[in-house]
Antibody, heavy 120, light 108 residues
Framework: QVTLKESGPALVKPTQTLTLTCTFS??????????VSWIRQPPGKALEWLAR???????YYTTSLKTRLTISKDSSKNQVVLTMTNMDPGDTATYYC????????????WGQGILVAVSS | DVQMTQSPSSLSASVGDKVTITCQAS??????LNWYQQKPGKSPKLLIY???TLEAGVPSRFSGSGSGTDFALTINSLQPEDIATYYC??????????FGGGTRVEIK
C-alpha cells in the first residue's frame, strides 16, 4: 500500500525559507523509474507542478521558481524534502507530494496536502 | 512551456447526463495527457493516463479521448459522487508537466 504524507509549518513569514518533508511508504525511491514530485495549489486555483526528484538523484524544477527551490531525498528514511526560499504571500497554497512514474509522468498516489500560509 | 486550456471552466448538469470536458494543448503532444479528479477538500486522483487508458478502479463511465492538441474527458451518466474539479495534465514536455486550469462539475 502506497502512502505519502506532507509535514512542515502551517505558517511562515515573508522572506523566510519554507521546508517541507514528504514521508512515504509502499515503494522505494531507489527503484528505477520512481520519482517524487511536489505540486501546489493556491486556494481556489489550479494545480502547479514545482519539482521532481528521481530514483537516480536527478532533479527538475519549474522554470519560474527554479532559483528558489531545492529538492532532495533520503532513501533510507523514505523522505523527500522541498525547500523554497524567500517566501511571499503569493506562495500561500496547499502543497502536495505525489509519486510519479517517470516515463508517463502520471501522479498515481498523492499525499493529503499541507496548507502553508505566508503572512507577517 | 506547453499551455493547457480547459473548457468550460465550470458546468452544471443533471444526474444521468453525459458530460464532456475538453482540454487543448498549445502544441502537439501526441497522447501525452492525463486526467485527474479532485473532490472538494481532497487530493487529486488519477482517472485516465495516456489520453484514454482508465486507471485501475476508476468507474467505466469515465473515458478519455483525443490526440495531438485536442482532448476530451467524458462522464457517461453523471453521478452525485462525480461532483469535483477535473484537471488535465500534459507530459510531452518532460520532465516539466503542466496542468490545465480545471473544470468544476456541479449537479443541477
Amino acid at each position: 500500500q502506497v502512502t505519502l504524507k506532507e509535514s512542515g509549518p502551517a505558517l511562515v513569514k515573508p522572506t523566510q525559507t519554507l521546508t517541507l518533508t514528504c514521508t512515504f511508504s509502499g515503494f522505494s525511491l531507489s527503484t528505477s523509474g520512481m520519482c517524487v514530485s511536489w505540486i501546489r495549489q493556491p486556494p481556489g486555483k489550479a494545480l502547479e507542478w514545482l519539482a521532481r526528484i528521481d530514483w537516480d538523484e536527478d532533479e527538475y524544477y519549474t522554470t519560474s521558481l527554479k532559483t528558489r527551490l531545492t529538492i532532495s531525498k533520503d532513501s533510507s528514511k523514505n523522505q523527500v524534502v522541498l525547500t523554497m526560499t524567500n517566501m511571499d504571500p503569493g506562495d500561500t497554497a496547499t502543497y502536495y507530494c505525489a509519486r510519479e512514474i517517470a516515463v508517463s509522468a502520471k501522479f498515481d498516489y498523492w499525499g493529503q496536502g499541507i496548507l502553508v500560509a505566508v503572512s507577517s | 512551456d506547453v499551455q493547457m486550456t480547459q473548457s468550460p471552466s465550470s458546468l452544471s448538469a443533471s444526474v444521468g447526463d453525459k458530460v464532456t470536458i475538453t482540454c487543448q494543448a498549445s502544441r502537439h503532444i501526441s497522447k501525452a495527457l492525463n486526467w485527474y479528479q479532485q473532490k472538494p477538500g481532497k487530493s487529486p486522483k488519477l482517472l485516465i493516463y495516456d489520453a484514454s487508458t482508465l486507471e485501475a478502479g476508476v468507474p467505466s463511465r469515465f473515458s478519455g479521448s483525443g490526440s495531438g492538441t485536442d482532448f476530451a474527458l467524458t462522464i457517461n451518466s453523471l453521478q452525485p459522487e462525480d461532483i469535483a474539479t477535473y484537471y488535465c495534465q500534459q507530459y510531452d514536455n518532460l520532465p516539466l508537466p503542466t496542468f490545465g486550469g480545471g473544470t468544476r462539475v456541479e449537479i443541477k
